[in-house]
């Protein structure tokens, strides 16, 4: 018995073990001896300062050495101050998804948030003399000054201008504030005391940061972005000159600077915490180590068919909308309009060509259609007439135009019209049918809603953002009223402080009768009555439980058919009655068959530094059967491809580009001329990229593979008509959901989504098999996600923590990719890359994709920008690309086109990277294995192996010599099929 007992001890001993070996192999830990954009404050006795590194809080002793965290890793907290006892710090804090003021006693104890709200509050300063806090708020309708009394628990607002007003900073004895304003009269730095209105210090157009007061309170020190550098500057009350007290070779972070004594100061550039004096130009570092325990678990990937021969439900339905007499709806999928009658065994196709034909919407008496097409070239405005079956082209315009919409006499047609001024941006239009005239009755919209007339037809009702602020672009889509006659436009909300969802065919949507909206929030759909002028009159009635999308009124405005997930489904408004409308449609993926072989001059494999030369690589269906030295007859008569003067590359991967119809046909056959056979869509509308998906596998249309994922799942502030809002509860569970009913390849997470809530993401992706994604390094990393996107880019901060103003980035970013595994989409050519080459190399237009897709006008707006872009820093951003590469880091290549064009942008970023230093194999391993990995595809992409799927390019050239040569490309081959250059010049 007792052996019994011992051999099970034993067991267990060993199984605890065992365990807390997995457990360890997990957790990675790294210190931090640099911090990208920390801040400092130092402790009144001036023993201790407290900093933050990516969004936690350390103590560190005044000397250096050892820092302890005082907060977790979830809560974002940055820009610490201290209390005049000594005893707390103050910081501001996303925990609860919005920017608050929290304090935290100096032993890491009593964690308190002090401010509340939907509002952001930032940039705290604690008052040397009073238990009094003031910081930068944006309650008012702009960034003003506002101060908390902790002890009565009341905010006062100190500022009113229009103008935002942030950074602002108590002086030594508590009677003044410095603080930086953007008004329009004068910007710069201002002083307030007392009840006096503010006076002007330093009038600057240039960006300031962070004043700090010298302990005199005579002067001031702060920052300044200048175009020649990040600079610490300071001047006196009385006015004068600016003096500059950092070298111009220093990387000054936006923060406050504390003051040590008299003559001496501590401030943050270079990664590092600088001690300095006033009396001499040197500093001296003060080090520290702080260190984080990352936690990555494996776990088992999505598996994916890419030899499926079987039928497939279509999912890529895009933008339903039922007839006004409630049997018919008519949508876009697979490039044509289709039409689906209840009852009936399957929908029937109402055009059928290469293009793209889409957004269709029924005319108020059923008899037609209008609708989107790129029939001659580029996205115009059509109507088709069911009775006749004629095709008109309605209007031809220079620029894509989306979205129409009857007015409810069915005379005009409202649509959007690209803005080429400004990229997603659109002016709204009215067509007039019977005089063929249009006119703009609102300009400057931000990728707004599907237009939506009333029954007078005396308005235009659409989902636009709605900014918090001039300061920061977030804010929330509001129901937007645009008066026909041109008076004054306002927002409405059914909900005030929250955000309608996606802005694309979600609302709002009136009702024939003109007395309720329709619309989507928190992914569920409502509707709310108005009256004549579209006021609200009463609360808001939810109609169903389950996730909703595009929602379409029956012409008796009794029923409202919707699109829930996967399913259209009709509910009546009155009763609540929701039935499904079954609509069997299935789609195919195109599978060639047969043998051929390609005898390839050399290959590049996708691993190897070196070529396989003269080799025949054996095609069977749409994959690699085998490769072996070329021998003259072989195969018998199976068909030989002669590429013996040829290099063999696998397809490229395209890592970060968001797409949409607007593209037009001739979108995917770019990414193939350039020899991009796979794109990943970190952010886009799913049944968009659906209907691309399944265009493109299919053969409807040419095109690469795509991997995909829906909008960004955001905070509750959002930007892009893209992003949804997500605040946590049976909302988000919808949205998780519908990433694995609709067969999303990843998921990604957007910078105003919290970190609690992030973790939760990544935590349901995992257990589905999809990578996360974000713009976010830390606790991102930590929490196991799998990718960031971006050097720098948009930071719900105002400031990225993984790239200063100088485009630097520093040891703990750069840690913690290199050893975590994480993987990076740095778009150098998008920090400058492409308008650096668009500049220097005087071929860089020269190649036969460029002229067939491009425009000279193209080419001449992009080498003038370029001009009079800086090129002074972006050098930075090199030597970091180069670094994490160098040291193990996995990185990928993206552009987040088409800011930059599509498919062009792609080359400018190989071009880069080995202008950066690194080697072509380097360059193009990462385009094709290293993509394949980071995707989860690498079992069947990513190399030129046996058993791989055929994505493969023919180019001339040496491209492991010169990455100029990947453009030289005779065809391309994508799941076995060959495409020449004439047929990914035409589509035909």
């Known amino acids: 018995m007792c052996k019994k007992l011992n051999l099970l001890k034993i067991f267990f001993l060993l199984l605890i073990f065992t365990e807390s070996k997995a457990i360890v192999s997990d957790s990675i830990h790294i210190t931090l001896t640099e911090g990208t954009n920390m801040a400092i404050a130092l402790s009144p006795d001036k023993k201790s300062i407290a900093m933050d590194i990516q969004g936690t809080i350390w103590l560190l002793p005044v000397g250096g050495g050892k820092a302890i965290a005082l907060t977790d890793a979830l809560g974002d907290c940055r820009q610490p101050t201290w209390s005049a006892d000594g005893n707390q710090i103050a910081f501001q804090s996303y925990r609860d998804g919005n920017f608050h003021i929290w304090k935290i006693n100096k032993d890491g104890s009593g964690l308190t948030q002090l401010t509340f709200g939907v509002y952001h509050d930032r940039e705290p300063h604690w008052s040397p003399t009073k238990n009094e806090i003031v910081f930068s708020s944006d309650r008012s309708g702009n960034y003003d000054i506002w101060k908390i009394d902790l002890g009565k628990g009341n905010l006062t607002r100190l500022t009113t201008e229009p103008g935002n007003d942030y950074f602002p ?25 007392s009840a006096s209105e503010p006076k002007l210090l330093v009038h600057s157009k240039e960006k300031l940061f962070s004043p700090a007061w010298h302990p005199n309170g005579k002067q001031v020190i702060f920052n ?12 006196a009350l009385g006015g004068g000159d600016w003096q500059t007290l950092s070298d111009k070779s220093e990387d000054v972070f936006p923060f406050k600077a504390s003051w040590i004594s008299d003559t001496e100061y501590l401030y943050t550039a270079n990664g590092q915490i600088l001690r300095a004096s006033l009396s001499e130009r040197k500093t001296t570092r003060i080090t520290f180590q702080a260190e984080v325990i990352l936690n990555r678990k ?47 065994k399957k929908p029937i196709q109402i055009t059928n060509d290469i293009f793209i034909d889409i957004d269709p919407v029924w ?30 082209c309605m209007l031809d315009a220079p620029d894509n135009l989306k ?21 997603g941006k659109n002016v709204l239009n009215i067509l007039d049918l019977a005089t063929g005239k249009s006119n703009t009755i609102y300009g400057a919209l931000f990728e707004g809603s599907q237009p939506s007339w009333s029954s007078d037809g005396k308005y235009i009702v659409i989902s636009s953002l709605e900014a918090y602020s001039t300061r920061f672009r977030e804010g929330l889509s509001k129901i937007l009223i645009i008066p ?17 969802t996606t802005r694309g065919k979600n609302g709002p949507v009136i009702s024939p009768d003109g007395s309720k909206i329709a619309y989507i929030l928190d992914n569920i759909l409502w509707i709310v009555p108005v009256d004549p002028q579209l006021n609200i009159v009463g609360p808001p009635k939810r109609l169903t439980n389950e996730l909703a999308e595009a929602p379409s009124w029956s012409g008796d405005s009794q029923n409202i058919v919707f699109l829930a997930t996967d399913v259209l489904k009709e509910v009546s408004v009155t009763g609540g009655e929701v039935r499904i409308i079954n609509m069997p449609f299935t789609w195919q993926e195109k599978q060639p068959e047969g043998q051929f072989v390609i005898h390839a001059g050399k290959v590049f494999d996708g691993r190897s530094e070196k070529y396989l030369e003269n080799v025949d690589v054996l095609i069977e269906g749409n994959r690699i059967k085998k490769i072996t030295p070329h021998r003259v007859g072989a195969y018998g008569n199976v068909k030989i491809v002669d590429a013996s003067k040829q290099v063999l590359i696998p397809g490229l991967f395209e890592m970060h580009t968001h797409q949409n119809a607007q593209m037009g046909e001739k979108g995917g056959r770019l990414w193939l ?9 970190p952010g886009t509308d799913p049944y968009d ?50 990433a694995v009913k609709l067969g999303y390849d990843m998921i990604k997470t957007y910078v105003g989504l919290p970190d609690n809530l992030q973790q939760r993401v990544t935590e349901f992706a995992h257990a589905n098999g999809l990578p996360v994604t974000s713009h976010e390094i830390y606790p991102a990393v930590g929490n196991a996600v799998d990718g960031v996107e971006h050097m720098g880019a948009t930071s719900r901060r105002g400031y990225s923590p993984k790239l200063t103003a100088m485009n630097n980035t520093y040891q703990d970013v750069q840690q913690l990719l290199i050893k975590s595994g994480m993987y990076i989409t740095p778009t150098v050519s998008l920090h400058g890359g492409f308008t650096a080459l668009a500049k220097s190399d005087s071929a860089f237009f020269s190649h036969w994709q460029y002229g067939n897709f491009f425009t000279e006008k193209l080419k001449t707006d992009l080498q003038g920008s370029a001009t009079r872009m800086s090129e002074s820093t972006y050098s930075n951003v090199e030597k970091t690309l180069y670094n994490l590469v160098k040291s193990g880091a996995k990185v990928t290549l993206g552009t987040d086109s088409p800011i930059i064009p599509s498919g062009f942008s792609f080359h400018a970023e190989l071009q880069s990277w080995v202008k950066a230093g690194l080697s072509p194999f380097e360059t193009l391993r990462a385009a094709t294995l290293w993509s394949a990995q980071e995707i989860g595809v690498e079992k069947d992409l990513g190399t030129i192996e046996p058993g791989k799927v055929a994505d493969i390019l023919l180019v001339e050239g040496d491209p492991l010599t010169n990455i100029k040569d990947v453009l030289k490309i005779k065809g391309v081959y994508k799941n076995g099929e060959f495409f020449d250059q004439k047929r990914l010049k035409s589509g035909i």
């Open 363 to 392: 005319s108020p008496d059923g008899k037609k259609l209008a609708y989107t097409s790129d029939k001659k070239g580029n996205m115009d405005l059509y109507v088709r007439d069911l009775v006749t079956g004629k095709d008109s």
């Open 403 to 423: 979205f129409p919409s009857w007015s409810q006499d069915g005379s005009k047609l409202a649509f959007y019209q690209a803005d080429p001024k400004s990229l």
């Open 673 to 681: 001329a350039y020899g991009i056979t796979s794109i990943r869509e």
């Open 484 to 500: 026909i006659d041109k008076s004054p436009s306002r927002f409405v909300s059914p909900v005030p402080e929250r955000t309608l």
């Open 224 to 235: 300044s972005l200048l175009p020649q550098g990040s600079q610490l500057e300071l001047v």
């Open 298 to 344: 494996k776990y088992v990937t999505k598996v994916r068919d890419f030899d499926s021969k079987k039928p497939q439900a279509v999912q890529g339905i895009r933008s339903p909308m039922v007839s006004p007499d409630g049997k018919s709806i008519v949508f876009t999928a697979l490039g044509d309009l289709w039409i689906y009658t209840k009852g009936t």
């Open 169 to 193: 900073a108590f002086s030594s004895d508590g009677s003044k504030l410095a603080y930086v304003s953007e008004r329009n009269s004068a910007a710069g730095l201002y002083i307030l005391e």
């Open 689 to 738: 990229a659906l209907e691309r998906k399944e265009s493109w596998n299919s053969g409807k249309r040419l095109g690469p593979r795509t991997f995909f994922t829906g909008g960004h799942m955001e905070g509750s502030r959002i930007y892009y008509n893209r992003s949804t809002s997500n605040v946590g509860g049976g909302q988000l569970d919808l949205e998780l959901n519908r």
